[in-house]
């Protein structure tokens, strides 16, 4: 069939041309049949003029014929009566014609753009009838190759071409009568003249014998042409000129032809090209040639519904197809309780109709195999003289004719183009049939009433494209059928008066629409003709879309459709849903609506294709607006349809996308599909063994997936606390992660110098989407792989999955280029069993037997990998058994009925790494970054250890010590070494030092009574608290120069299957609460070079710590002179305040204060001075008590730079016995309390000096503050730590527990407060932020430190007698002694001057003066003492404060701004008596 552009003129004028018979002798047949065609079909490629023809009118006006086509068929009788449907043959055949025609696969799709939709086509969107199409045509034939174009829908250009030919022929029209006939009779005839005469007969009897009601002849001489067919291989070429010459004679020029064909001779070559024209022109002469088989069906079968006949041309149709057709009644109906199942009892056979076997043939065997391209010419030829000399001579006549007629019967004129409608009035009442009922569709005229002569002569005209004669006609007849209310008549009438309106050249009137509207009632209500109907409504549909009235054409279209014809309806719909997207302004939804409709009803006809399709491109507008009833809708027929017809892959796609996406369907419904896609996705399955397709369910988050690299945490056995380390049960916390980051990194450079290492990576033994993918993650052989996938059930009805376990690929170490010999990698993804045993030998996989899923429920599973070799593994995904589960499906043991449908699938785990943000390109394009935490690296065995704890506590008193012991165990088969630990809390626990450890019991339960510290017996006769025990020791002896410690196990290594256990002290916080205390315990390998350098096992813990005591401590100087001091200075005075602030929650009864401990590197306790006897201390809930004691200066054995570095501990034991502050755990304590304060300290103060060094302005006032402040830090340094020693009386269970706990206090300078407390940080307050900074600040010198640098004592009698008679002025000697307290030089100047104006401090020393010098400038080395002696002068006795003096001091660095008043030791009184004798 030519796919030809046509403008809708062309359509209208090929849908009505002339008919001409064909009635061929037996040779003359048998001629033809050698090119496997008869005669009509050889003549029908050539039936177009290729050149203008010319008539004229009965005004003698000449009117051109352009593009003239002719019709030729075969002559076929019939003595059944004409009806107002297609036969059941036709209705087949156009069945056939449509199905054969669909869109190829891979064909050049086109997308047409509305608003934010792009829908794509399976062929081109072109519409030959659009009017912006016209304007382009010219433009888009010279850029196409070809001349033809293909339609949007080719089966509709097809179904109405073919539709159009095969109208059965009617009384009421003339369009489809046969005008001519030619007699073919061959030259090798004996006589031909003889069989040009039969032939003549059988005409004449066919026509007026009355026999046949088939075929119609236009008028009753109808035009004989004879035609002489020669065979030119095989008849004599001279006989048969002769015969054409008689032929001549007898029947003159223009009545006679001499047709020469046949004349190849030989075969053609293969690579010969032998044009065939006629294959795209065969089927239109089976449809007109299906009138002979009407008589092989009843009577009754022209009323047999169209899907039954449909039916019958399905080769598979059969029950099966009804119940599809059943299933199907309503497009937008979906029946659960049928649909359940129902894809079992549909075939997936094609549902292809059968094609004829003449077609087949036809398709095997080329035609006109026998005829050259002269022979094409010569046939052309024949045409163009049988039209030009023959037909539109004999038209040209008949017209006349007719109009002679028509004007001598009514005489008035010669011309029909004035005449009215009395012309052709006032003849006979149109006779009644006897045979129809008096209505007026069966109102019948005879052939002479002038009425039929008027359509006849139209219909003439028309075929001639003399149009505005025809109008004229028609118009005329149209209102003599209205007035006889014959209304059959009056819509053809109509009909072809709208159609030759609109073809007349220049549109002298506008196209009446309307006549077109009131012909299609008339034909589909009034006389009940669908097929005269459909015709109308084609023609209609065309010339409104070709004017641009899609809305008005795409009505009329939808008014077409009924239920009589299911074809014919879905054509129609499709039609007016392309009519709905080629308006000005798109209605998508109105195109889809009514492709979903038209799908339904291609469906109904056995259109399976053409349904699928539909649905198909309705589907781009409805998917992914939020339409999800429709989706499913849509995408459960595309499924069934797809399965229907062979092609269940795409099947599965479809209902893949119902279970996938969000559904609002029922829970019956959703479990109808998944059991329809679980059918079909076992046969897909079936098909391929070996490889599995990707299942839609359950869904899996990829994303979400974890990892877990080694042994599960073992549970604690008996007493034994495991270590907690990292569980798939935890959450993952991005800060944890970082604090356990850094502790890592701390014991890195610990074991490598105190440098990290360049290529540290830290251990990854959990990863998540959070972590760092970006490298391979490191497993080790012997140890599993837990994958953790997360499932989640998107619908509302339950699944059931089975024998669920991961997928891998894995590439043996050594190996990746020689694997099986053929350099695959080794996987488990085929389902063969041979190579099972192999794969164990590799990697185990575990399987999960049952896996169940609620609706709607979210649910983990862990699947295990454990590999047995070195190399590369890749997890690719999830492989399991797909069921749908209910209440009935599984039964209590768990096993699954045998008639529950089972499928095996996968899934793949897909993860997409983050995006990348690095780069400029990454920036503007969309770029993630590989995640390759499921392609771990399996590398050689390494050492494993397991950590458990014993006796270890969750509760503990601030500052309380306690004694547990842990356990180190090796359970891998590789020695390990290097065992440390790192903390966030290092102050919290302490393994002791080998030098200060004391002996310990190797069992936790014989050391349950005994005291946690190394105490004395205190010797016989001893003074309690009198002097001091002092203990020089190194810090380094403790190990605590860093936050890592060091595990100390016997010979460093701990060999396979070895244990250790270690005592562990641990000493409450200072603060109260809930403490959470991580531990970061790091090991090493014994065998160097493995990828996995170390190891580190992780532990948690909560600490409760309750309150217990309060110290507070504080220190001044002594005012003791020094020769009543025990050093030169006179000490100093440490006054510490003790209170019980525990408010009895954990049962303590009292707290006993049994030991203050002293340790520093210049300071000492030396002895308690407390005023009263008793020198044990109880403190009760809310009781406090006063310490007091003196502090010296330690005395090194030797001034060394090494006995700097030492601690001098002093004790002063306030029981009966002394405990050892300087051995473990007491001294491990205050080394790490001391330690992790001056870190805080350090960070405190680089991170003030970097935010104060921002401000250049203020550098140079800094510097001087710094200056001073270590000046007067030096002067009033004190740096002596008190350590407070207690136990306290627990009742627990009617049983009394000892408690012991110590408590640290560091005095940093005289003056200062400090507490045991740990201060809470207070949350800082917001500050403006400024923009300009202001103006720096004056320097404050710290003055309340500098009053402080240098002590004075004045030695004087507190008594003296002077006899004031005999000389009224007293002198008394004073000495000024001053002590530099500071080890730096300091200058002093004593003032002697009174400045005073108080009125009490003149009533004082009103009367005494000092004499000689009054002012005094020394300079004082440091710690030195020295001493001015002084004169006081009395004039009078009496009581007097020689206090006076005012003493000056600065560091001798510094300059006079620095220059501070120094405090006054007190009030010195002295008595002046007077000697009266």
């Not at 199942?341 to 195999?369: D, I, W, Y």
């Not at 201390?1177 to 310490?1187: H, M, N, T």
């Not at 004039?1435 to 005012?1446: D, I």
Request: aromatic share 8%.
């Amino acid at each position: 069939m030519a796919q030809c552009v046509q403008s809708v003129q062309e359509f209208v004028q090929d849908s009505f041309v002339p008919m001409v018979a064909v009635l061929c002798s037996d040779e003359a047949e048998r001629m033809t049949r050698k090119n496997n065609l008869n005669f009509a079909e050889l003549l029908r490629p050539f039936c177009r003029l290729t050149s203008e023809g010319h008539i004229r009118d009965p005004n003698n006006q000449l009117q051109m014929v352009k593009n003239l086509r002719i019709c030729v068929n075969n002559i076929v009788t019939s003595t059944s009566t004409a009806s107002a449907t297609l036969s059941p043959a036709q209705r087949l055949r156009l069945n056939e014609v449509v199905l054969s025609c669909h869109p190829q696969e891979g064909t050049v799709s086109t997308t047409i753009t509305a608003g934010d939709y792009d829908l794509s086509f399976n062929d081109h969107s072109l519409k030959a009838s659009a009017p912006w199409y016209s304007a382009w045509r010219d433009t888009l034939e010279e850029v196409c190759t070809s001349k033809h174009f293909t339609a949007t829908t080719p089966w509709f250009e097809a179904y109405r071409e073919n539709f159009l030919q095969s109208m059965p022929a009617s009384d009421h029209e003339f369009l489809n009568h046969y005008l001519a006939c030619l007699l073919v009779v061959s030259s090798s005839e004996a006589v031909p003249v003889e069989q040009f005469l039969k032939l003549s007969q059988e005409q004449h009897r066919i026509q007026h014998s009355g026999e046949y009601t088939k075929p119609k002849w236009f008028i009753p001489n109808t035009l004989k042409y004879y035609v002489l067919l020669h065979d030119v291989s095989e008849g004599d070429g001279q006989r048969a000129d002769t015969v054409y010459e008689d032929m001549k004679q007898r029947y003159g020029p223009q009545g006679c032809y001499l047709l020469k064909i046949n004349s190849r001779t030989l075969p053609a070559e293969q690579n010969e090209q032998i044009p065939d024209p006629w294959s795209q022109y065969l089927h239109k002469n089976d449809l007109q040639t299906q009138d002979q088989l009407d008589d092989a069906f009843p009577a009754a079968s022209s009323t047999t519904d169209e899907n039954d006949v449909s039916a019958t041309e399905d080769h598979n149709s059969s029950e099966t197809g009804g119940e599809a057709n059943r299933l199907e009644d309503h497009p937008l109906q979906l029946d659960s309780a049928s649909s359940s199942g129902s894809l079992q009892a549909l075939s997936t056979t094609h549902t292809e109709a059968k094609k004829p076997a003449r077609e087949t043939e036809s398709a095997s065997v080329g035609h006109g195999a026998c005829l050259t391209l002269n022979d094409h010419d010569h046939i052309r030829q024949f045409i163009q003289e049988f039209t030009s000399r023959g037909l539109l001579p004999h038209i040209e006549k008949n017209i006349r004719q007719l109009n002679d007629q028509l004007v001598s019967r009514k005489g008035l004129s010669r011309s029909l183009f004035t005449a009215t409608k009395k012309w052709f009035g006032g003849g006979k009442a149109p006779e009644k049939s006897i045979s129809e009922p008096k209505s007026t569709s069966g109102l019948l005229y005879p052939p002479e009433a002038p009425e039929l002569q008027i359509r006849k002569m139209a219909d003439l005209c028309f075929l001639v494209q003399h149009y505005e004669l025809a109008y004229s006609c028609y118009h005329t007849a149209k209102k003599d059928f209205l007035s006889d209310q014959a209304m059959l008549y009056a819509a053809g009438a109509l009909e072809m008066a709208a159609v030759s309106a609109f073809l007349q050249v220049g549109a002298p009137r506008p196209y009446p629409a309307h006549y077109m509207d009131t012909a299609i009632q008339t034909y589909r209500d009034v006389c009940r003709n669908m097929v005269l109907a459909e015709r109308c409504a084609l023609l209609s549909a065309e010339i409104l879309k070709s004017q641009g009235k899609y809305s008005e054409a795409a009505t009329l279209l939808i008014k077409m459709t009924s239920e009589d014809s299911d074809l014919r309806s879905a054509l129609l719909l499709e039609q007016a849903a392309h009519c709905f997207i080629n308006m000005r302004t798109r209605m998508l939804r109105k195109f889809a609506f009514h492709m979903i409709l038209a799908g339904h009803r291609f469906s109904k006809s056995g259109q399976k294709r053409h349904a699928l399709r539909c649905y198909c491109q309705a589907m781009q507008v409805y998917k992914g607006r939020s339409w999800s009833l429709a989706e499913d809708h849509i995408n459960f027929t595309i499924g069934r349809q797809s399965f229907t017809l062979g092609q269940p892959e795409k099947a599965v796609a479809a209902f893949k996308q119902i279970l996938t996406n969000d559904s609002r369907q029922t829970a019956t419904q959703q479990g109808a599909f998944l059991r329809e896609y679980l059918y079909v996705y076992k046969s897909v399955i079936s098909r391929n063994e070996v490889i599995l397709p990707q299942l839609p369910l359950p869904c899996i988050q990829s994303s979400a997936t974890r990892v877990y690299f080694g042994h599960e945490r073992r549970l604690a056995e008996g007493e034994k606390q495991a270590a907690t380390h990292v569980s798939l049960d935890q959450e993952y916390d991005p800060d944890l992660a970082a604090m356990w980051y850094k502790l890592e990194e701390q014991l890195a450079a610990a074991a490598n110098r105190g440098v990290v290492p360049v290529n540290f990576q830290p251990s990854q033994c959990y990863l998540n989407s959070q972590t760092d993918n970006l490298h391979n993650p490191l497993a080790v052989v012997e140890e599993p792989i837990i994958v953790e996938v997360m499932f989640r059930n998107p619908l509302k009805v339950p699944l059931s999955l089975s024998c669920l376990s991961l997928i891998w690929r894995f590439a043996c170490d050594g190996e990746k280029t020689t694997q099986d010999s053929s350099g695959v990698l080794i996987t488990n993804e085929d389902t063969s069993a041979q190579e099972t045993s192999h794969r164990d030998d590799l990697v185990t996989t575990e399987t999960i037997p049952d896996f169940n899923l609620g609706p709607e429920e979210t649910k983990m599973a862990r699947l295990r990998l454990l590999p047995h070799r070195t190399g590369q593994l890749n997890i690719v995904g999830v492989v399991y058994d797909l069921a749908a589960a209910s209440s009935g499906d599984i039964v209590a043991d768990g096993q699954q009925k045998s008639d529950v449908m089972v499928v095996r699938g996968r899934q793949d785990l897909k993860i997409r790494g983050l995006r990348l943000n690095q780069t400029k390109e990454d920036k503007m394009f969309v770029r993630y970054g590989p995640d390759r935490r499921l392609d771990p690296i399996i590398t050689p065995p390494m050492a494993l250890m397991e950590v458990f704890f014993l006796q270890f506590p969750t509760a503990l008193l601030c500052g309380e010590i306690r004694k547990a012991y842990v356990e180190f165990c090796n359970v891998s088969s590789v020695s390990l070494c290097g065992l440390r630990v790192a903390s966030t809390h290092p102050d919290f626990f302490t393994f002791g030092s080998q030098a200060t450890t004391p002996l310990t019991p190797l069992s936790p339960t014989s050391a349950e009574n005994c005291s946690a510290y190394k105490t004395l017996a205190t010797p016989p006769g001893s003074t309690l608290g009198s002097v001091a025990s002092e203990t020089l020791v190194s810090a380094e002896d403790f190990s605590l120069l860093s936050n890592v410690v060091d595990i100390p196990i016997n010979g460093g290594t701990l060999h396979p299957g070895e244990s250790t256990q270690l005592p562990l002290w641990l000493r409450g916080p200072d603060q109260e609460g809930v403490h959470e205390i991580n531990f970061l315990f790091y090991y090493e390998s014994a065998e160097k070079g493995t990828k996995i350098s170390h190891r580190v096992l992780r532990h948690t813990v909560f600490i409760c710590a309750s309150r217990s005591l309060s110290v507070q401590a504080s220190a001044c100087c002594s005012s003791v002179p020094p020769q009543h001091s025990p050093d030169e200075n006179g000490g100093t005075l440490v006054f510490i305040d003790v209170e019980n602030i525990n408010t009895s929650e954990a049962g303590v009864r009292e707290f006993h204060i049994i030991q203050v401990s002293s340790s520093s590197q210049r300071w000492r306790l030396h002895k308690c001075i407390n005023p009263a006897k008793e020198k044990d201390c109880k403190l009760s809930s809310r009781e406090r008590a006063k310490l007091c004691f003196r502090a010296t200066p330690c005395k090194h054995p030797q001034a060394t730079s090494d006995a700097v570095k030492l601690f001098t501990f002093a004790d002063l034991n306030l029981g009966n016995e002394r405990i050892v502050s300087s051995a473990t755990p007491c001294g491990d304590f205050f080394f790490r309390c001391r330690w992790t304060s001056e870190s805080r300290q350090a960070d405190t103060s680089s991170a003030r000096t970097s935010s104060d060094t921002k401000n250049s302005s203020l550098v140079a006032v800094e510097d001087k503050k710094c200056d001073v402040a270590h000046m007067v830090k030096k002067c009033n340094e004190l740096d002596l730590s008190i350590i407070v020693i207690w136990k306290a009386y627990v009742v627990e269970d009617n049983k009394q527990l000892i408690l012991e706990g110590q408590l640290h206090v560091a005095l940093q300078a005289v003056g200062k407060e400090a507490t045991s407390l740990t201060p809470k940080e207070e949350a800082q307050e917001m500050v403006l932020f400024k923009f300009k900074s202001d103006l720096p600040p004056p320097a404050v010198l710290p003055s309340a430190e500098l009053s402080r640098l240098v002590k004075t004592n004045m030695h004087y009698p507190e008594t003296y007698t002077h006899a004031f008679t005999h000389n009224s002025i007293c002198v008394v000697p004073v000495s000024l002694v001053l002590s530099n307290c500071c080890w730096t030089q300091v200058d002093v100047v004593v003032d002697l001057r009174h400045k005073s104006i108080s009125s009490e401090a003149w009533e004082v020393h009103s009367a005494f003066t000092w004499v000689g010098q009054s002012r005094y400038k020394v300079q004082l080395k440091p710690r030195q003492v020295m001493c001015l002696t002084l004169r006081a002068c009395f004039v009078q006795p009496g009581v007097y404060n020689l206090n006076t003096p005012r003493v000056f001091a600065k560091p001798a660095e510094q300059g006079t701004a620095c220059e501070t008043s120094q405090q006054n030791a007190g009030p010195a009184l002295i008595i002046v008596n007077n000697n009266n004798a």
